[in-house]
């Protein structure tokens, strides 16, 4: 299986009509409450759930499963390069385990206080290596099952580095006009010399369209799944 040595990965957003996951207001909350209730089920399926950086310093989300899930504590993942993360964010505050990947030229002491329940792990030169940190999940933290929550340019790494297995894209009605794009690959300085693949060549299939309240929630797998399940 092509996962075998990162977790299956899942990326989870959730968009208006226009394809924004956020307005420029910062409005972010286009969930039906059912389609929380769902989202909430897929966490309690997973080892880990992720954000980048970007989602902790404008949403502060806990990344931990309610809502009638209680009892599966998935790690949390933080993407951080420069460990710009509030020593008081909601994802340290103890209710399940936290790593935060940064890049080798970050200096992780000052996270040392924090005690057992987050752990700091370099890994790649000056930005996040995603590919090295989830064969570190897979391998060190035993996780098979990955879901990223955003944001748009975590997305976007993983899409460039093919990275991801399944989308799950919730469709509510909101129009955004602007806004924060799901997929965000416009800095050209996040990748560098590096070259990713062109997200022309990568192709998600559908798998399921299902309605939560407001909510349409479109599942996708991806081309190499698709083939063999069909
Ligand atoms: N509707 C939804 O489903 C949803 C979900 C999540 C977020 N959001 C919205 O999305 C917005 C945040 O998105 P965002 O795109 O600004 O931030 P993001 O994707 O959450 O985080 C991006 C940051 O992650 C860090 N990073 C580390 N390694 C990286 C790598 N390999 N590739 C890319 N980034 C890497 C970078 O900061 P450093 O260089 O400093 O490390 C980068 O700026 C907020 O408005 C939030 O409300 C919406």
Redesign the pocket.
């Known amino acids: 299986m092509p996962h075998r040595q990162r977790p299956y990965t899942i990326l989870?957003?959730?968009?208006s009509i226009d394809g924004f996951?956020?307005g420029t207001s910062?409005f972010?909350r286009?969930s039906s409450d059912q389609d929380l209730d769902d989202l909430h089920k897929l966490r309690s399926t997973v080892g880990a759930i992720a954000?980048?950086?970007?989602?902790?310093l404008?949403?502060n989300p806990r990344l931990t499963v309610r809502r009638g899930f209680e009892g599966a504590k998935p790690l949390r993942v933080v993407?951080?390069?420069?460990l710009?993360l509030p020593k008081d964010a909601l994802v340290l505050n103890g209710e399940a385990h936290t790593v935060v990947?940064?890049?080798e030229d970050a200096s992780p002491s000052s996270f040392d206080a924090l005690g057992p329940l987050c752990e700091v792990v370099a890994v790649?030169k000056g930005?996040?290596?995603?590919k090295r940190a989830l064969e570190f999940l897979a391998s060190e933290k035993r996780v098979d099952r990955l879901l990223v929550?955003?944001?748009?340019?975590?997305?976007?790494?993983f899409l460039r580095e093919d990275l991801a297995d399944e989308l799950r894209v919730?469709i509510n009605p909101f129009i955004c006009g602007e806004?924060?794009k799901m997929v965000?690959v416009s800095?050209k300085s996040?990748w560098g010399d590096k070259k990713g693949t062109s997200l022309l060549d990568i192709r998600f299939y559908p798998k399921s369209v299902q309605q939560f309240g407001h909510s349409v929630v479109i599942t996708y797998l991806h081309a190499r799944y698709f083939e063999r399940s069909n």
Do not use: H, L, P, Y
Request: glycine share 22%.
């Open positions: 989870s957003v959730a968009q996951i956020a910062g972010n286009f954000v980048g950086i970007g989602t902790v404008a949403d993407f951080d390069s420069f710009r990947f940064c890049g790649g930005k996040v290596d995603i929550e955003g944001g748009g340019k975590i997305i976007g790494s919730s806004g924060v965000s800095e996040d």
